[in-house]
Structures are given as structure tokens and as C-alpha cells.
């Protein structure tokens, strides 16, 4: 399993059960607000080399 699957897969588990104790929506917000917070926090050198970095994965 790759690092990127297994990322994948503990935000799938974590979602779960976020669902089972918080309604729908509140579950949500923390799964989307959690990567576009930490995204915020990076300086813009690094959000540069991430945006790189995605391309070359997608294949552009």
C-alpha cells in the first residue's frame, strides 16, 4: 500500500466515525476545513513547490 493509500484510507476512517458522532454537516466541514487550513499555513515557497509537485503527478 502506498503512502498516499494509506493517507486515503485513515481520512475515509476518520470521516466514518466523525459521521456516527456528529451530524452530517459538522463532519463535513472538519474533513474539507482540516487540508485547506494546514494548505493556509504553508509560506508561499512551499505552496508553490506543492502546486509543482501535484502537476508532475497528474502529468502536466
Do not use: F
Not at 487540508?35 to 506543492?50: E, F, I, K, N, S
Request: aromatic residues 6%; without cysteine; proline residues 5%.
Amino acid at each position: 500500500m502506498s503512502k498516499n493509500a494509506k493517507i486515503a484510507a485513515g481520512g475515509v476512517a476518520a470521516g466514518l466515525i466523525l459521521l456516527i458522532w456528529l451530524p452530517w454537516w459538522a463532519a463535513l466541514l472538519i474533513v474539507l476545513g482540516v487540508p485547506a487550513a494546514a494548505y493556509l499555513t504553508l509560506d508561499p515557497g512551499q505552496r508553490r513547490r506543492l502546486r509543482r509537485v501535484s502537476r508532475k503527478e497528474i502529468g502536466h
